[in-house]
């Protein structure tokens, strides 16, 4: 069993003020007997992207981070920050996991840029990220956590590809524009056609930057069940058991039985009637 934190937090463009409420969030997450913390995107900094707040990995956001999680001797996912991609213009928005000990032990760069046209919302992420070519699963104390980024919700080749993971990692801002009719249900269907624990702890409340977001940090279990479902700027703690992954998967493995043979061949298309 793993009892962990899944954060919900309503970040703004004052970093400083970010990094110092997220410290006493990690340390009421340790009291609460949390191994793991997981942080919504963009904990450290939500606004506009600004140059001169895109850090390296000696940063102030996991530098500060990293050392509450060895102040208290706990894992900590920082959901989603700005990292250095080697333009300037076009950082990574990168996802880090951080050990108890304080150091960083992976890091996933976000794959899918979110792009919304609608009357209420015209966003293109990819004018100003970098996009990553890389999936991540993290180890920790004997389950395996699968790392993604909020609008990587959208693709369930990316989760498929991550099949034997424990646990998905969905950091999210995500769009209150989109999130009323899509939020819980793909949430719940990444663990149900993964049987795996999906934890997605997110952004809520508005930015300064005018973008709405849907709040309603969720914890699921490998059946699809909601654990949790975070209201305001609070946290749940929730229980991994490993006797409910063996017991879904027991009873319904499929992952196990996709049939990629077949997928790849053409489809066979038929007209019918005249």
Not at 76 to 95: F, H, I, Q, T
Request: proline share 5%; net charge negative; aromatic share 6%.
């Amino acid at each position: 069993m793993m009892r962990v934190a899944v954060v919900q937090l309503s970040s703004g463009p004052d970093r400083d003020a970010n990094l110092t409420h997220i410290e006493g969030v990690i340390e009421r997450a340790a009291a609460a007997g949390a191994a793991l913390v997981l942080l919504p995107e963009a904990c450290s900094y939500r606004g506009e992207l600004a140059p001169d707040l895109v850090e390296d990995r000696n940063g102030p956001t996991l530098t500060r981070i990293g050392a509450a999680a060895r102040r208290n001797e706990v894992a900590v996912l920082v959901g989603g920050l700005w990292l250095d991609s080697g333009d300037p213009a076009r950082p990574y928005n990168a996802s880090v996991f951080i050990d108890p000990a304080g150091k960083v032990v992976a890091e996933y760069n976000k794959v899918h840029l979110f792009r919304l046209q609608s009357v209420d919302v015209s966003e293109d992420e990819g004018s100003y990220t970098t996009a990553g070519d890389q999936l991540v699963i993290v180890e920790f104390n004997g389950i395996s956590f699968g790392l993604s980024i909020c609008y990587d919700l959208r693709f369930p080749e990316l989760y498929r590809a991550l099949s034997g993971a424990d646990v998905l990692c969905v950091p999210s801002n995500f769009s209150a524009v989109t999130g009323t009719a899509h939020w819980e249900p793909l949430l719940r269907a990444r663990a149900i056609e993964n049987l795996c624990y999906v934890l997605a702890p997110a952004q809520e409340g508005v930015s300064e930057d005018g973008f709405v977001t849907h709040g309603h940090s969720l914890a699921v279990d490998p059946w699809g069940r909601v654990l949790a479902d975070v209201d305001g700027t609070e946290m749940a703690i929730v229980e991994l058991d490993p006797a409910v992954l063996a017991e879904a998967r027991a009873a319904l493995n499929s992952p196990a039985e996709v049939a990629p043979h077949v997928y790849s061949r053409d489809v066979l298309r038929v007209v019918a009637g005249g």
